[in-house]
């Protein structure tokens, strides 16, 4: 098992990460460049440096907050639908209670009365789940990726799966898109685009991009000939549903065919068809709603945590699901093998790395997910002391997210240290790692930005070809990007396939959506 106390030194202060060579990490000054051996081998990509003053997130609304203009004239099944559409149950039945029209004290009786019930309910619930009584911006922060997504600059932060494109959500719930190959850049704006939690591109497609936000998704359709630097709103489609949000995840089927959402307030993943704006719910009670979802890069299952000491790791052709209880907390993060074959996961509370392991079933035993009986430990991240010629450094904690590079060969974790710790910091580690013949899972290094930042958000490119590249949001705001050069292995990476109409078997007896 692999431990912090077998790498290597962090760097020194003052010192940045540049890239990776011979399976250790190079350090040097901010304003060192790459060797020229190695420049021309990394995209031109923007190194930014977003400070945080110019941007001025939104004001807090308070839970009872409403809009500044209402009509009061329209009818009360408008309003009524309006209610639905925005609280579900319990805002049709608060409007209904309120209602002025005359002749309707049955009705306003009857609804205080369910009303009163539901609250009851609700308090029961929120008793059981206390994330439930969180605000949606204090939702949103608790089950970010991010570590501080309430108070850094970068939010959330995608790459596009086949060029060197990425998406930048901000504090103040703007979205820019850099290209390497387009001195423009966009910056997208929507009225319903508020505290945006995470993005995801659509795979196979030139400029689709999905944003969880606090009522609804938002699925821009962007034009990357385009040279306007300001997309119009109606580039945005909307996709709601009551009783879905805040949107806290999302993710792509790799084929493209279809979007995931989750909220931690909902205990059903939605299944959207993008192209009619429809969805089917994933219905599986407990555990208290869904946080985060991680789709197999094969296309064959999905990681779905919970706010609870549950996950579920659904298969992705009948659409059945297996439950994994965790001891502790609930799974903080997660990330597959390229092939599908594993799932390393991390828990709340604990400062190791689990492994699961998978079959592949076929004939009778096809549409089960097959996942090993318990998980093992493969890394054990706790708080190790180093000496250096600069004095001890304390490095160790949770892990709060995790990312594998498309290879399959090298896995970065953000380690969150302890507050109440002296001297511990918030850290990014690297390991080698091989998943075939066996998992391995050996040290490389520490990730070091300049003085004082802290990692707030990890991504690996989908497709650099000379080894991997791992983009660094860190808390100054500046983004970094660090090739790793190796050479690959070259096992067989899973392409994205057309996957059959799933039948909801165990969860509802209807197909998601027939293939066109």
Known sequence: MCSLGLFPPPPPPGDVTLYEFNNALVCGRLSEQLPLAFQSQVPDLPVLSLPKEPLKAHGRLEPSARPPFI??????????????????????????????????????????????VCRWLSS?????????????????????????????????????????????????????????????????????????AAMAWKPLCASILAVACQ???????????????????????????????????????P??????????????????????????????????????????????????????AVF??????????ERWPTIRGRCQTGCWSPDGSRLLFTVLGESVIYSLSFSEYRGEMQGQVGGSKTASIVADLSETTFETLYGEERIGGEVHSMVWDPTGERLAVIIRGHPEGPGSQTAVAVFRTRNSPVFELLPCGFVRGERGARPQLISFHPCFPRGALLTVCWSSGRISHIPFFFVSALEPRASPRRSPVPVVGSVREQPLFSEL
């Open 255 to 308: 084929s493209g065919e279809r979007l995931l959402s989750a909220s931690p307030v909902d205990t059903a993943m939605l299944v959207w068809d993008v192209s009619t704006e429809s969805c089917v719910q994933l219905q599986w009670f407990g555990g208290g709603g869904v946080t985060y979802l991680a789709w197999s890069p094969d296309g064959s299952k999905v990681l779905a945590a919970t706010p609870s």
């Open 215 to 253: 009522s609804c998704v938002l699925v821009w359709h962007l034009d990357p000939t385009s040279l306007s630097t300001r997309p119009s709103s109606g580039c945005a489609q909307v996709l709601s549903y009551p009783g879905h949000s805040p949107v806290t995840s999302l993710a792509w089927a």
């Open 71 to 116: 009509h009061h004239r329209e009818s009360l099944w408008k309003r009524c639908l309006s209610a639905w559409r925005d609280a579900g149950l319990c805002g049709l039945l608060r409007e209904l209670a309120s209602a002025e029209e005359e002749g309707l004290q049955w009705l306003r009786t009857g609804s205080s009365h369910a009303l009163a």
């Open 124 to 196: 029961l619930h929120g008793s059981l789940f206390p994330h439930l009584s969180l605000t949606s911006e204090d939702m949103i922060a608790a089950f970010s990726q991010a570590v501080d997504w309430a108070g850094c600059t970068v939010r959330a932060f995608a790459w596009h799966p086949h060029t060197n494109k990425f998406a930048v959500a901000l504090l103040d719930d703007s979205i820019r898109v850099y290209n390497s190959n387009s001195a423009t850049v966009p910056s997208l704006k929507h009225r319903l685009q508020r505290n945006v």
């Open 312 to 321: 579920r790791v659904w298969e992705a052709q009948m659409w059945t699901c």
